[in-house]
């Protein structure tokens, strides 16, 4: 699994992690079932705390991104039991501000719509639902 932590940015590391596995799973680069590093073993790797890749864990399996298992430890959840009833309502409430942001800064609603396009593009390429 490829991690890229940006120790300088202003993103707090656990939601970097919590970030780049999403978009692992979006492009398909983690498959359901997957088991991801033990929280000691991606600490060290990363060189991190370890209560640092232990929110991120507990925040994608809140999100229903991964499971926990005693044995195995964390597996990459199935896309369908990733469907989140709130999730729409959630995306509005994040969305909300980058759209404000984006309209504020002269991008016109295409141009906004073909970034998004792009990006969902990227990720769909990689997982057949």
């Known amino acids: 699994m490829f991690l ?3 120790f300088q940015s202003d993103i707090p590391i656990y939601i970097q992690l919590k970030q780049q596995i999403i ?12 088991e991801l590093p033990s929280v000691r073993q991606l600490a ?37 039991n990733m469907a989140d009833e709130d999730f729409k309502f959630r995306l509005r409430e994040e969305i909300n501000p980058l759209i404000a942001q984006a309209f504020c800064k002269g991008m016109t609603e295409e141009e906004l719509l073909l970034e998004i396009g792009e990006i969902y593009r990227s990720y769909s390429q990689g997982v057949k639902r």
């Open 4 to 6: 890229a932590i940006d």
């Open 23 to 34: 978009a692992g799973i979006a492009r398909g680069e983690l498959k359901e079932g997957e």
């Open 44 to 80: 060290q790797d990363i060189g991190i705390n370890l209560h640092t890749v232990n929110k991120a864990y507990n925040l994608l399996k809140d999100d229903g991104f991964i499971l926990m298992d005693r044995r195995k430890g964390a597996l990459i959840n199935s896309l369908e």
